[in-house]
């Protein structure tokens, strides 16, 4: 069983331009999760999408930033008109029980993408 | 303080010797959970505690958790300089009306030098 996949894992962006991350998750899972890390620091919490749903957006920054989990095909995280401080790593999590919901909530990381901006 | 905030943030030590590692959270929670991050990769979950649970094994992890203090404790008995990596203690908080999501602390580097 695959586990999460983030692609790209090096992402390099000039000031201005789109940045799109993807995340597929770990099979059987539909619960998807968006972090952030900036340098020597912990997880933000960014996203929690369901498939085609939207649960909680707290961490997302309202302009620039989207998110979506298709019917088909991996998790996006988009990023409009990057800036330097959007430089970070850019996890994506999965779980088979979602937040909020009866049962262990543990989450499963991918490798992360990592986002520079020039 | 956020919720989940580790001490120390930087732990060095010798391979063989034990290593502790603290949490202190703020609001109730379901359950806590320790990963651990090497440089440059992802999180790997090492073990969850259940909030009506004191304690809890795996391996060479223990990890403690007191409710009434809100404070967990990880700690790595016979330490490897493989255990080289940040740690850090994620809360699933007790909300009302769902939509819970993991809370991370800022971490614990740990340096276990040969």
């Known amino acids: 069983n695959a586990g999460v996949m983030q692609n790209p894992r090096h992402l390099v962006r000039r000031r201005g331009q789109e940045a799109r991350l993807r995340c597929s998750p770990m099979?059987?899972?539909?619960?998807v999760y968006w972090y952030r890390q900036l340098p020597e620091e912990g997880l933000k919490f960014m996203v929690y999408?369901?498939?085609?749903?939207?649960?909680?957006e707290s961490g997302m920054p309202k302009e620039r930033f989207s998110a979506e989990f298709p019917k088909e095909g991996p998790s996006i995280l988009r990023i409009q008109q990057v800036v330097r401080g959007d430089s970070a790593a850019y996890f994506c999590a999965s779980s088979p029980v979602g937040a909020g919901l009866a049962g262990d909530h543990e989450e499963f990381f991918g490798p992360g993408t990592r986002l520079t901006v020039l | 303080s956020q919720q989940g905030e580790e001490d120390p943030q930087a732990l060095s030590i010798q391979e063989g010797e034990n290593a502790t590692m603290n949490c202190s959270y703020k609001?109730?929670?379901?359950?806590l959970q320790w990963y651990r991050q090497n440089s440059g990769r992802g999180l790997v979950h090492l073990i969850l505690?259940?909030?009506?649970?004191r304690e809890k094994h795996s391996g060479r992890l223990r990890v403690t958790l007191d409710t009434s203090k809100k404070s967990s404790s990880l700690l790595i008995t016979a330490s490897r300089a493989a255990d080289t990596a940040s740690y850090f203690c994620?809360?699933?908080?007790?909300?009302?009306?769902?939509?819970?999501?993991?809370?991370f602390g800022t971490g614990t580097q740990l340096k276990v030098e040969l």
């Open positions: 505690i259940r909030s009506n649970e």
């Open positions: 994620a809360t699933d908080p007790q909300l009302t009306g769902g939509g819970n999501k993991l809370t």
């Open positions: 999408l369901q498939k085609e749903n939207i649960i909680d």
């Open positions: 099979k059987g899972h539909s619960h």
């Open positions: 609001t109730s929670i379901n359950n």
